[in-house]
């Protein structure tokens, strides 16, 4: 099942990251300096050599002409750029037959609680659920992992969705699997305390969907759900 498409226009060797912005990328005929909308390190996927592919941006007084949109690993292009993950996610919570909740009443984007904004608020037989999205791109040995660096903000969602909980509310975390994975695990290595109140928030009923997609010939397509590790 097809989720969105995102059209690639250029593909290119990476070169280098001077900073987390941007990119540096050789395509056939230039050197171009593309966006980054990713702030993950990517060391796996963004290294000097690797295959990515380009989209060109739509406003021509923009600084930087073109945004990575993926990177190569393996046989597989890996999506890199999160600013698609609102689109993906909205068009699979909205859709019944691939969301886990099914057909929903009501769905709000960017909601606010406390000093945060939490992705999603649906309506569903007059229940709230709060919705949290992360994209995992990456991947060790088949199993998924996030984060790849220490997260404060990942952390802090966790902890408004058990707040939230404890208050009466269904609240869930909807991971983006975007590399083929079997399995999926909090990355204690990078960050123990996200893995911790991710299990403590699994032990509260916060629910965990670890949605495994693909990105195949410009469109990301829906593969369905991966078994997560245990404690």
């Not at 000093?115 to 791109?137: A, F, M, P, Q």
Request: net charge neutral; aromatic share 8%; proline share 3%.
């Amino acid at each position: 099942m097809v989720l969105y498409r995102i059209e690639t226009h250029e593909e290119g060797i990476f070169l280098e990251r001077p900073n987390r912005f941007i990119a540096r990328v050789k395509l056939e005929n230039e050197e171009v300096i593309a966006h980054v909308h990713d702030s993950g390190r990517l060391p796996e996927l963004l290294y000097e050599g690797n295959k990515v592919k380009l989209r060109k941006a739509n406003n021509p007084h923009r600084k930087t002409a073109w945004d990575v949109i993926s990177a190569r690993a393996g046989e597989e292009d890996v999506l890199i750029n999160s600013a698609f993950h609102r689109y993906i996610s909205e068009n699979l919570l909205k859709d019944e037959q691939l969301s886990p909740f099914g057909k929903i009443d009501t769905l709000k984007a960017e909601v606010k609680y406390g000093k945060s904004r939490i992705d999603y608020l649906l309506e569903k037989d007059n229940k709230k659920i709060w919705v949290e999205v992360k994209g995992v791109s990456l991947c060790e040995n088949n199993i998924a992992m996030f984060p790849d660096a220490p997260s404060i903000r990942a952390q802090k969602h966790l902890t408004e969705l058990m707040e939230l909980k404890e208050k009466g509310d269904r609240t869930a975390v909807l991971l983006l699997i975007l590399r083929n994975s079997k399995e999926f695990r909090p990355r204690w290595e990078t960050d123990s305390k996200f893995s911790d109140l991710f299990y403590k928030a699994m032990q509260l009923g916060v629910e965990v969907y670890p949605v495994l997609l693909a990105f195949e010939n410009n469109e990301i397509v829906y593969k369905g759900l991966i078994n997560i590790i245990k404690k």
